[in-house]
């Protein structure tokens, strides 16, 4: 996680692992893009567990960008975010802030990146999902069934090699 580039991002989230928010929660969504992109989504659904919104990092602060791996808080104004999560399999730099470009031009937050355990992630990009479940853009993106996160717990982190 980027705690020192995205301090107020990848706090959230680990608010949501201390206080074990994201125990029992499941990953809902895979949004597929070509043959090998998209993203998984997972999170906090209940609002009763949800704490609230926090202040919106764009990639245009923070220098971190939508690699392969990335973590991402997903929104949907800036400053609207909360407790899900997605994870990029491939980049995605049309998610990454774009100050040029018109309107809404703030991208996602990114705040830290899978380091080990991406065959675990396209696995769950390749599970199944219903056609019918998710409105909108989202139709057909939702797992079915969802795949659900037992624990989040912190642990150190591992040597730079």
Known sequence: LETGRAPITAGNFLRYVDSRRLDGVAFYRAMRVGPSGGLIQGGVRDPRRLFPPIAHEPTSQTGLTHGAGALSAPRFAPGTARGDFTILLEAAPSY???????????????????????????????APTSPTEGEGVMRGQMLSPQIRIISARRVAAAPAR
């Open 96 to 126: 990454d802030a774009n100050p040029a470009a018109p309107g809404d031009n703030l991208g996602y937050a990114v705040f830290g990146r899978v380091v080990e355990g991406m065959d675990v992630v396209r696995r769950i990009h390749q």
